[in-house]
């Protein structure tokens, strides 16, 4: 597939599944309103790669940071206030890091997706 057809393979640390879902979501756009959905999530996108970095400093740092980073301020004062859920809580999100990212990936195309639909 060639870079200009599929803009997404670009992205760092991007899974086939994320692409998928990608794809899915901006079947209904026009091109200008792709290419302004694609500005708009890359912009709010979270990389796997800095997802295991938040994890990591949520771990050793800042618990909780991790949960701060992709919008679960609830979550992340809870593991903040119990030192990352006696740890436990900070060693499964650092072993789920991809998954995290993932689900926050899925909710920032939602708003992007909404967001490009109304501006063009």
């Known amino acids: ?5 599929n803009p997404y393979m670009g992205l760092s640390g991007i899974s086939p599944e994320e692409i998928g879902f990608l794809q899915q979501a901006t079947v209904g756009l026009t091109e200008n309103q792709q290419k302004y959905f694609y500005m708009i999530y890359t912009d709010k996108r979270k990389s796997p790669q800095d ?8 771990l050793f740092l800042v618990p909780g940071l991790q949960r701060f980073m992709v919008g679960q301020i609830g979550m992340g004062i809870l593991y903040l206030f119990t ?3 006696c740890f436990i809580g900070s060693i499964v999100d650092l072993i789920n890091h991809k998954s995290l990212a993932l689900e ?14 109304m501006g063009n």
């Not at 597939?1 to 057809?5: E, H, R, S, T």
């Not at 926050?104 to 639909?117: D, L, R, V």
């Open 1 to 5: 597939m060639d870079m200009y057809q």
């Open 104 to 117: 926050y990936n899925k909710k920032m195309a939602y708003e992007s997706f909404q967001i490009a639909k």
């Open 83 to 85: 030192i990352g859920l």
């Open 51 to 58: 997802m295991l970095i938040f994890c990591i400093v949520g």
